[in-house]
C-alpha cells in the first residue's frame, strides 16, 4: 500500500471549514480505491498564528513542510491583517522557496451550473489558465523611500528572466499539446511595456518552434478579456503573466458559474520540491462560520492533487464524484443561488466516490 503523506494549511476563514471538507472526501477517495492511503499532518498557520506568534508561519516551516509529497491549502487573509502582509507571509513564502512556478488553474463549467453569459454551454467554455508563478508583477522587487513626505516615491518593478518565461512557455505549449484542441493563446501588453512583455513575446516565437502541432495565438490582456467573454469557444490553453493570469482567472471562474468551483495547483513541475493544491477563491470572511461555503474548489483542487501524486484512477473518480453533485440543483450552495450546506455537498460527493462502480 502506497502511502502520500499531504500537508493541509486550512489558513483563515472558510478555508479551514473548506479544507476539513477537502480531507474527508481524500479519505473516501483512498478507502473506495484500496491502493493507497493519505497521511495528513495539520499546519495551524495563517492570521491566528500571526496574531499569537507574530508571523505567518514559524522559522524553519518550509524545511517542515519538505518531507511532504503535496500541499493541500485552504485560503490567507483576515479583515484585521494587512494582505500584503498575510500574502507574503504565507502563500508566497511557500510558492516562492519551492519554485512552484507553474499555476495551473482549469475553468469548465460543470453539469448543473450554468454560465452568466446568454446561450453558452459546456461545449463552449473548457479552458486552462497557465499563470507565470514566480516572477513578473509578483517578484517583490522595489520600495518606498521619503515615506509620508510630498515627494514619496514607491516603485513596483516586475522582472521577467530569459529562464523564467522560457520554462513557463514550455510548459504551457506542452499542456496545449497534452489537451485535444492543441490551441494556445499567449497574452501580453506588449504595446504598452515595451520591455519584459516583448521578451515574453519573442520567447513565445521561440518555444512554439518545438511544437509545430499546436496552433497558438497572441493577444493583448485587455481585448482577451473581451474574447473570453464574446468568443469563449475559440479559447483553449492560456499562458499569461502572474498578474495577468490572477485577472483573468478570477473572470473565467465568473464566466464558469462561481468562483466557489475553481481549482489551483501551484506545481513545480521537476518535484524538486512539494507542489501546492488550493481553492482560487480566498478566506471569504463575510460567510465564515455560516457552514455554506462552496466546496467543490478545494475538491477539483484534490483531483488535481491525486493526478500529481500519480493517482490518475482516483483523480478521475473524484471528478465524476464532484460532477454527480453539481448536477443536482438541490446541492447548490448559496454562490451558486442554492440553499445547501458545505456538509450537504461533501456528504455527497463522499457518497457518490464510495458508490462509484466504474
Ligand atoms: C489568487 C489570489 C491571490 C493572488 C491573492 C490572495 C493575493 O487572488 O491566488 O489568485 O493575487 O495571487
Ligand atoms: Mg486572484
Request: glycine share 8%; net charge negative.
Amino acid at each position: 500500500m502506497k502511502t502520500h503523506k499531504i500537508a493541509a494549511i486550512p489558513g483563515d476563514g472558510i478555508g479551514k471549514e473548506v479544507v476539513a471538507a477537502g480531507l474527508r472526501v481524500l479519505d473516501a477517495c483512498a478507502t473506495r480505491d484500496g491502493t493507497f492511503t493519505v497521511d495528513v499532518a495539520n499546519f495551524p498557520w495563517g492570521s491566528d498564528f500571526y496574531k499569537a506568534n507574530g508571523v505567518l508561519m514559524p522559522e524553519g516551516g518550509i524545511d517542515e513542510l519538505k518531507a511532504f509529497d503535496a500541499i493541500y491549502f485552504g485560503a490567507v487573509g483576515a479583515p484585521d491583517v494587512p494582505d500584503h502582509l498575510t500574502l507574503w507571509g504565507l502563500r508566497l513564502a511557500i510558492c516562492q522557496p519551492f519554485d512552484q512556478y507553474a499555476n495551473v488553474r482549469p475553468t469548465r463549467i460543470l453539469p448543473g451550473i450554468e454560465s452568466p453569459l446568454r446561450g453558452v454551454t459546456a461545449e463552449d467554455l473548457d479552458w486552462v489558465i497557465v499563470r507565470e508563478n514566480s516572477e513578473g508583477e509578483y517578484a517583490g522587487q522595489g520600495g518606498r523611500s521619503h515615506r509620508g513626505l510630498p515627494e514619496e516615491v514607491a516603485t513596483e518593478v516586475s522582472i521577467f528572466t530569459r529562464a523564467g518565461v522560457t520554462r513557463i512557455m514550455r510548459f504551457a505549449f506542452q499542456l496545449a499539446q497534452s489537451r485535444p484542441r492543441k490551441l494556445l493563446t499567449v497574452v501580453t501588453k506588449s504595446n504598452a511595456q515595451r520591455h519584459g512583455m516583448v521578451l515574453w513575446d519573442e520567447i513565445a516565437r521561440e518555444v512554439a518552434i518545438d511544437f509545430p502541432d499546436v496552433t497558438w495565438d497572441k493577444m493583448l490582456v485587455d481585448a482577451m478579456t473581451v474574447r473570453m467573454t464574446l468568443n469563449p469557444r475559440s479559447l483553449d490553453t492560456i499562458v499569461a503573466t502572474n498578474l495577468h493570469a490572477d485577472i483573468l482567472s478570477d473572470l473565467a471562474a465568473a464566466l464558469a458559474g462561481s468562483i466557489g468551483i475553481a481549482p489551483t495547483a501551484n506545481l513545480n513541475p521537476e518535484g524538486r520540491f512539494p507542489s501546492m493544491f488550493e481553492p482560487i477563491h480566498g478566506s471569504a470572511f463575510d460567510i465564515t462560520g455560516k457552514g455554506i461555503a462552496n466546496p467543490v474548489g478545494t475538491f477539483w483542487s484534490a483531483v488535481m492533487m491525486l493526478e500529481h501524486l500519480g493517482e490518475p484512477a482516483a483523480a478521475a473518480r473524484l471528478m465524476r464524484a464532484i460532477e454527480r453533485v453539481t448536477a443536482d440543483p438541490a446541492l447548490h450552495t448559496p454562490d451558486l443561488r442554492g440553499n445547501a450546506t458545505t456538509d450537504m455537498v461533501t456528504d455527497a460527493v463522499c457518497a457518490a466516490i464510495l458508490g462509484d462502480n466504474e
